[in-house]
């Protein structure tokens, strides 16, 4: 394949030899076409780093359902294990990730290392999944799991109604992403506030374990009951246990998403990381104790909602706490999804993968209103249908596909440009270890869902014509340019964005400088 199109128009590159958009042609003074004098601001401190990584990662699931590593896992000991080495291999990941994210400071975590070091379609798929899926329906399932539990007190003795459910679902993402289109500050004060919250909440489950032990209710942590099976050990199951586990940790890499904002990326970004794996390592590991100290394993799986059975048992009047720390920690959930979603979906569009309106930000606030807004809407859209679990199951086993060739495009970067300048150097031995782990767990999602896992490929593949239609194509129509160019401004005017000025070359340090717009040379 040839070179492909140039830069589309919209990308982080020198803009001096390229031609005006549209939108510049129709008359927008300082457009996404030039030098706006308006970029992202570096706002995002360490603990507010460590704040989107933690809240992110901790949403609804450690407070819901444990039960699907235990009920796979076959016994409590081996649970634990499992919480405890997929910490670890999380931890792998994530220092590989520290690696890659110091090396191609861009925002757009996974998608910009794929693009940049496989090339466009690779890096295009990595998107459309994302836009298409992967996104919109977290943020629809989260969203709904805090409207969920904030009705439930309203309707104790049935459902709340699905209409109330969704419309307070929907109220949650509209006030968020105002937060967001406001002010990168707010946004990052609610993700520390909610993230101090949820790791309160998860503190004292945590302390009424220890409590519990210190009373001797310790059965199913002693050696001889913890390894007691409720079903015989399969090597498939424990595997699921895994992916079960992987799922829960899921959001460690969404720091990475926003590497542009950071102050001092090169000391922050693998800073944040060090201290915050660790610290939910920790606190999953120690809740899923605390948990079996006053439930037994049978108990625990008959739960819909273990940290709210566990309240029931253990506080008594002030059960209540639970309900609500899930959905405050829900709410956090929600505002940092949003924040980082909204920046890969920014970073798309900067690199002429999705329409350049999307990489606009606002003239005065510097946050990126159109992007924030796209995933507002389509998570809207994801509300309205009624699959949005199922969805979900078909497009895991696709996000975590790419977990694992972002880790392989590490070690094909150091085979291709072992000069390159690396401000952290991480041993190869870790991204093959992650790639073991990850082959292992992928080999038996395959052979336990073959449909499911087809049909999220078969997802995924739809974005190849997307990507020579949209992106390789560069010479459509002139009426087409001239419609978009015309939509632009519009939106430009209507949300008061502009294109913004790029003073540092992100792309400095890229390894496929020359790809420009997504071609394979």
Same mark, same amino acid.
């Given at each position: 394949?040839?070179?492909?199109?140039?830069?589309?128009?919209?990308?982080?590159?020198?803009?001096?030899?390229?031609?005006?958009?549209?939108?510049?042609?129709?008359?927008?003074?300082?457009?996404?076409?030039?030098?706006?004098?308006?970029?992202?601001?570096?706002?995002?401190?360490?603990?507010?780093?460590?704040?989107?990584?933690? *809240?992110? %990662? $901790?949403?609804? =699931?450690?407070?819901?359902?444990? /039960? #699907?590593?235990?009920?796979?896992?076959?016994? +409590?000991?081996?649970?634990?294990?499992?919480?405890?080495?997929?910490?670890?291999?999380?931890?792998?990941?994530?220092?590989?990730?520290?690696?890659?994210?110091?090396?191609?400071?861009?925002?757009?975590?996974?998608?910009?290392?794929?693009?940049?070091?496989?090339?466009?379609?690779?890096?295009?798929?990595?998107?459309?999944?994302?836009?298409?899926?992967?996104?919109?329906?977290?943020?629809?399932?989260?969203?709904?799991?805090?409207?969920?539990?904030?009705?439930?007190?309203?309707?104790?003795?049935?459902?709340?109604?699905?209409?109330?459910?969704?419309?307070?679902?929907?109220?949650?993402?509209?006030?968020?992403?105002?937060?967001?289109?406001?002010?990168?500050?707010?946004?990052?004060?609610?993700?520390?506030?909610?993230?101090?919250?949820?790791?309160?909440?998860? *503190?004292? %489950? $945590?302390?009424? =374990?220890?409590?519990?032990?210190? /009373? #001797?209710?310790?059965?199913?942590?002693?050696? +001889?009951?913890?390894?007691?099976?409720?079903?015989?050990?399969?090597?498939?199951?424990?595997?699921?246990?895994?992916?079960?586990?992987?799922?829960?940790?899921?959001?460690?890499?969404?720091?990475?998403?926003?590497?542009?904002?950071?102050?001092?990326?090169?000391?922050?970004?693998?800073?944040?990381?060090?201290?915050?794996?660790?610290?939910?390592?920790?606190?999953?590991?120690?809740?899923?104790?605390?948990?079996?100290?006053?439930?037994?394993?049978?108990?625990?799986?008959?739960?819909?909602?273990?940290?709210?059975?566990?309240?029931?048992?253990?506080?008594?009047?002030?059960?209540?706490?639970?309900?609500?720390?899930?959905?405050?920690?829900?709410?956090?959930?929600?505002?940092?999804?949003?924040?980082?979603?909204?920046?890969?979906?920014?970073?798309?569009?900067?690199?002429?993968?999705?329409?350049?309106?999307?990489?606009?930000?606002?003239?005065?606030?510097?946050?990126?209103?159109?992007?924030?807004?796209?995933?507002?809407?389509?998570?809207?859209?994801?509300?309205?249908?009624?699959?949005?679990?199922?969805?979900?199951?078909?497009?895991?086993?696709?996000?975590?596909?790419?977990?694992?060739?972002?880790?392989?495009?590490?070690?094909?970067?150091?085979?291709?440009?072992?000069?390159?300048?690396?401000?952290?150097?991480?041993?190869?031995?870790?991204?093959?270890?992650?790639?073991?782990?990850?082959?292992?767990?992928?080999?038996?999602?395959?052979?336990?869902?073959?449909?499911?896992?087809?049909?999220?490929?078969?997802?995924?593949?739809?974005?190849?014509?997307?990507?020579?239609?949209?992106?390789?194509?560069?010479?459509?129509?002139?009426?087409?340019?001239?419609?978009?160019?015309?939509?632009?401004?519009?939106?430009?005017?209507?949300?008061?964005?502009?294109?913004?000025?790029?003073?540092?070359?992100?792309?400095?340090?890229?390894?496929?400088?020359?790809?420009?717009?997504?071609?394979?040379?």
């Amino acid at each position: 394949m040839s070179e492909g199109p140039k830069k589309r128009r919209g990308s982080s590159s020198s803009r001096g030899d390229q031609p005006e958009s549209p939108a510049s042609q129709s008359g927008v003074g300082k457009d996404a076409g030039g030098s706006s004098g308006v970029a992202l601001k570096k706002q995002i401190g360490l603990v507010s780093a460590c704040g989107i990584i933690v *809240g992110n %990662i $901790i949403g609804s =699931g450690i407070f819901v359902s444990p /039960k #699907g590593v235990l009920e796979n896992a076959s016994s +409590v000991g081996v649970a634990i294990i499992v919480w405890v080495a997929t910490g670890v291999i999380t931890a792998i990941g994530a220092l590989c990730y520290a690696e890659l994210g110091v090396t191609i400071p861009k925002s757009g975590g996974d998608y910009s290392y794929v693009k940049d070091i496989f090339g466009g379609l690779a890096g295009f798929l990595r998107l459309w999944i994302a836009v298409l899926v992967i996104y919109p329906t977290n943020q629809a399932v989260i969203a709904l799991t805090f409207s969920n539990y904030v009705l439930q007190p309203l309707f104790p003795s049935c459902l709340p109604p699905e209409t109330g459910l969704r419309l307070l679902a929907a109220v949650c993402l509209l006030l968020l992403t105002w937060v967001n289109c406001y002010s990168v500050r707010w946004a990052t004060c609610v993700q520390d506030v909610f993230t101090t919250g949820k790791l309160l909440a998860l *503190g004292l %489950i $945590i302390i009424m =374990g220890v409590v519990q032990i210190c /009373k #001797g209710h310790y059965y199913w942590l002693e050696p +001889v009951h913890a390894f007691e099976t409720f079903r015989d050990y399969d090597v498939g199951l424990i595997a699921l246990s895994f992916l079960q586990g992987s799922f829960a940790y899921g959001g460690w890499n969404f720091l990475n998403y926003v590497t542009e904002e950071l102050v001092d990326p090169y000391r922050n970004l693998p800073l944040a990381i060090f201290i915050s794996i660790p610290v939910v390592t920790f606190v999953y590991v120690f809740a899923n104790v605390a948990y079996v100290t006053a439930m037994s394993p049978q108990e625990l799986l008959a739960s819909n909602a273990v940290a709210v059975t566990f309240g029931e048992k253990l506080l008594g009047v002030m059960s209540w706490i639970m309900p609500i720390s899930v959905a405050l920690s829900t709410f956090g959930g929600v505002n940092g999804s949003l924040f980082t979603s909204s920046r890969l979906f920014f970073a798309g569009a900067r690199e002429g993968h999705l329409p350049r309106l999307l990489a606009m930000i606002h003239v005065t606030r510097c946050t990126p209103i159109p992007a924030l807004l796209f995933t507002l809407i389509s998570t809207l859209l994801m509300l309205c249908t009624s699959d949005i679990y199922t969805l979900i199951n078909y497009v895991g086993f696709i996000n975590y596909l790419f977990y694992g060739v972002t880790v392989a495009g590490q070690i094909v970067l150091r085979i291709k440009q072992p000069d390159m300048y690396r401000p952290i150097k991480v041993s190869l031995i870790w991204p093959v270890i992650y790639l073991l782990f990850w082959a292992f767990l992928l080999v038996f999602s395959l052979y336990s869902e073959p449909l499911v896992c087809g049909i999220g490929l078969a997802i995924m593949m739809t974005g190849v014509p997307a990507y020579f239609l949209g992106v390789y194509w560069e010479n459509k129509p002139p009426c087409f340019d001239i419609a978009i160019g015309k939509m632009t401004h519009l939106c430009q005017k209507l949300c008061s964005v502009v294109y913004p000025d790029i003073t540092e070359n992100p792309e400095a340090n890229s390894p496929q400088k020359k790809d420009e717009g997504g071609g394979e040379n």
